[in-house]
């Protein structure tokens, strides 16, 4: 309600005309009306309505790995876990608009190892096209932060190896679970392989959450909330 309330007596188009994020990085994991997880499920109408603003501000969409090199304004559409709905709900809005997206896969969840209903199976993920980028996001979903360096180098290296396999093309981008981070971690990613990790402080990282009103997400993509 507040963030409605400051956007419609002007002070938001003030802020974003002072304060418009360059490269937006926006995170997503489950996108439906129902279902599992909703702590981190984002409605069909909410999603389409934030890819609709950031087509109104003139982002350029690109893939995750493309985000910090890229020319003018331009936004990454990415998704953790590997949902199946990302396939069923996300991808049909985007294949629209012509949107490229990143998918990072947790491999203890892939191909109906965890849920089948739930997660996409691996012949889903392969036969994705060229507009979307495949990346880690560990094997078993541990915070990264609160284990020890081998494992962390075990987490990161067999996720890579496991989806390379599968898909056939070199895993270059990495998505931290939980969002845990650190300096011996990012190290590590860079031995491993990975040229850009969801921690890169080069743009600006947006979460929308299931309870977020559209204006919630506008001062968001401000980093203003």
Request: aromatic share 10%; proline share 3%; charged share 25%.
């Given at each position: 309600?507040?963030?409605?309330?400051?956007?419609?007596v002007g002070i938001g188009?003030?802020?974003?005309?002072?304060?418009?994020?360059?490269?937006?990085?926006?995170?997503?994991?489950?996108?439906?009306?129902?279902?599992?997880?909703?702590?981190?499920?984002?409605?069909?109408?909410?999603?389409?309505?934030?890819?609709?603003?950031?087509?109104?501000?003139?982002?350029?969409?690109?893939?995750?790995?493309?985000?910090?090199?890229?020319?003018?304004?331009?936004?990454?559409?990415?998704?953790?876990?590997?949902?199946?709905?990302?396939?069923?709900?996300?991808?049909?809005?985007?294949?629209?608009?012509?949107?490229?997206?990143?998918?990072?896969?947790?491999?203890?969840?892939?191909?109906?190892?965890?849920d089948p209903a739930v997660?996409?199976?691996?012949?889903?993920?392969?036969?994705?096209?060229?507009?979307?980028?495949?990346?880690?996001?560990?094997?078993?979903?541990?915070?990264?932060?609160?284990?020890?360096?081998?494992?962390?180098?075990?987490?990161?290296?067999?996720?890579?190896?496991?989806?390379?396999?599968?898909?056939?093309?070199?895993?270059?981008?990495?998505?931290?679970?939980?969002?845990?981070?650190?300096?011996?971690?990012?190290?590590?990613?860079?031995?491993?392989?990975?040229?850009?990790?969801?921690?890169?402080?080069?743009?600006?990282?947006?979460?929308?959450?299931?309870?977020?009103?559209?204006?919630?997400?506008?001062?968001?993509?401000?980093?203003?909330?």
């Amino acid at each position: 309600m507040i963030a409605g309330l400051l956007w419609r007596v002007g002070i938001g188009p003030l802020a974003r005309a002072l304060r418009e994020q360059k490269h937006l990085a926006v995170c997503y994991h489950s996108i439906a009306d129902s279902g599992q997880h909703d702590h981190i499920r984002v409605s069909i109408k909410d999603f389409t309505r934030h890819i609709e603003y950031l087509v109104s501000r003139g982002y350029r969409f690109v893939r995750f790995s493309e985000l910090a090199g890229a020319q003018g304004r331009a936004a990454a559409i990415y998704f953790d876990d590997g949902f199946r709905n990302v396939f069923t709900n996300a991808k049909p809005i985007l294949e629209q608009k012509n949107i490229p997206a990143t998918l990072f896969i947790t491999t203890d969840y892939a191909g109906g190892a965890r849920d089948p209903a739930v997660y996409a199976s691996w012949g889903e993920i392969t036969a994705l096209d060229s507009n979307w980028e495949i990346g880690s996001h560990s094997v078993s979903h541990r915070k990264l932060s609160k284990i020890s360096k081998e494992e962390v180098r075990q987490e990161m290296t067999e996720s890579k190896k496991i989806i390379e396999e599968k898909i056939g093309r070199a895993v270059m981008v990495f998505s931290y679970p939980h969002g845990r981070a650190s300096r011996e971690t990012e190290a590590i990613a860079r031995e491993v392989g990975y040229t850009m990790t969801t921690a890169d402080t080069r743009f600006h990282k947006v979460r929308p959450d299931p309870d977020d009103s559209l204006a919630v997400f506008y001062w968001k993509a401000l980093k203003l909330w």
